[in-house]
């Protein structure tokens, strides 16, 4: 009972912030304290996030306004293609009636069409209507690109949540590892690696820890931004109930960012035969109908005076314009837009290789983290009763302190991999939802 009582009391002084930590209840422990949110904080689903999300999200936002940017460039086209009308006035007089020109004096209403369907003008009309549709797809992949935006960060708070708890669970067992190691030091029955190894794995833990929870502070301060919150105090977010099943294989045509790019590939077309048709002719048709002569009050000159002479009338005329030689300038022209279309052309290739490397990379990476999963829940037990049964034969020094030590260790290993390949598997199956373009998973979030 003596030496049971120097060994205590050796303890406390050697390391009494440890020893208060094992002898605490787990609620005190300092790397468990948790402040508690605050009144204005709001659970939040994942679908929550998402709908928000779609409301504030700045990368949506700015898909949308594209779209809406393209529909008024089809508008303007639209609009150039109209009758346009004009209204002119021109007045001029002088105190030399040998000067004096009747006919300048007019003022009257021009009408003018373009008339030929064959002309840029009318083939951008088409080029502008596959913008539109590039800019239609490019709203959608924005759109699925905040969805996985947010369910990543989603899954990694929540993995970094459950692994900070799972650390404190691991944490007093190697309190009381400690604990064990410490009368056995202080009466020179354990070397002081025993010591220094326990020590120095706390040490890791809590690094590791405090890491971990800086890294889930900036993904949830990000996650509350993103869905319209001030910070990420005024969420929390509801855990995943269960593991979805992956999106049957499909290719990845149907991906909105390849749609868009399609579109870029035909309005590029368009455009390139929109600058070859300024060889054509131009051709367009006006129609004028106003009043001339001169002014209708009688005007003095010197000693003369004029009678009133104000006419009303109209002409129709027709344009015709042909450019014959501009020293290579429309070529020139033409041949940009040829490289515009082949490096759309390109740009869909590459864009889609990468997309089918991703999906079928993400597709071996889900079966190999949710087959990994189901191992580690398989060692759960006995990765806990491994670290219980080498603690306790430490104590009774039937054992060393790296079996002890390195069953904590292995037991902590299981738990924070087992999480990981659950969230990873997880944001997999959101990759590959975006990939395919398309929402077909009910990830089961909790309210």
């Known amino acids: 009972m003596r ?18 930590a094992a002898a605490a209840p787990s609620s005190q422990l300092p790397a468990a ?41 089809l508008k303007e086209w639209t609009a150039k293609r109209l009758p346009h009308l004009w209204a002119y006035a021109a007045n001029q ?32 009309g088409t080029q502008r209507r596959q913008e539109l549709d590039a800019a239609v797809a490019g709203r959608i992949a924005s759109k699925l690109d905040v969805e996985l935006l947010v369910k990543t960060l989603y899954f990694s708070v929540l993995q970094s949540s459950d692994s900070i708890a799972m650390m404190n ?19 020179g029955r354990a070397p002081p690696f025993d010591l220094l190894n326990v020590r120095t794995q706390l040490s890791d833990l809590k690094l590791n820890r405090d890491l971990t929870r800086a890294g889930m502070s900036g993904g949830r301060e990000l996650l509350a931004l993103i869905v319209g919150k001030a910070g990420g105090d005024e969420i929390i977010l509801g855990p995943i109930k269960s593991l979805p099943a992956v999106p049957p294989d499909e ?12 579109a870029q590939v035909r309005a590029a077309k368009w455009a390139l035969r929109a600058q070859r048709a300024e060889w054509l002719p131009q051709m367009s048709v006006g129609l004028d109908y106003g009043y001339g002569g001169i002014e209708p009050w009688r005007y003095k000159n010197f000693m003369q005076t004029f009678a009133p002479s104000w006419g009303r009338g109209g002409q129709v005329d027709l344009n015709i314009n042909q450019q014959l030689f501009n020293w290579g300038e429309i070529n020139a022209r033409i041949a940009q837009r040829q490289k515009d279309l082949d490096i759309a052309q390109m740009n869909y290739k590459s864009r889609y290789q990468s997309l089918r490397q991703a999906y ?11 087959s990994d999963d189901e191992r580690r829940r398989h060692l759960f037990a006995v990765a806990r009763l491994a670290a219980d049964t080498s603690i306790d034969r430490y104590q009774r020094e039937a054992t060393t302190i790296l079996e002890a030590a390195g069953a904590v260790s292995f037991w902590m290993q299981t738990l924070i991999t087992e999480r990981t390949d659950y969230y990873s598997y997880l944001t997999d199956v959101a990759t590959i939802e975006r990939l395919i373009g398309q929402d077909v998973v009910d990830y089961g979030t909790a309210r």
């Open 169 to 187: 669970r691991v944490e007093k067992q190697l309190y009381r590892l400690q604990l064990s190691v410490l009368p056995r030091y202080t009466v």
């Open 93 to 124: 007089q002088s105190n030399d009636a040998s000067i004096q020109n009747m006919a300048s004096n007019y003022d009257f209403i021009h009408l003018q069409q373009d008339i030929n369907p064959f002309d840029a003008l009318w083939k951008t």
């Open 360 to 370: 079928v990379s993400a597709r071996i990476r889900a079966a190999a983290h949710r």
């Open 251 to 262: 290719d990845v045509l149907r991906n909105p960012s390849l749609e868009s790019l399609r």
């Open 3 to 20: 030496d049971r009582f120097l060994a205590l009391g050796a303890a406390a002084i050697l390391a009494p912030p440890l020893a208060f």
């Open 33 to 73: 304290a948790k402040a508690p949110p605050p009144a204005s904080a709001r659970l939040l689903s994942l679908s929550d996030c998402l709908r928000l999300a779609l409301r504030f999200s700045p990368q949506r936002i700015i898909g949308i306004l594209q779209a809406e940017k393209a529909q008024k460039a």
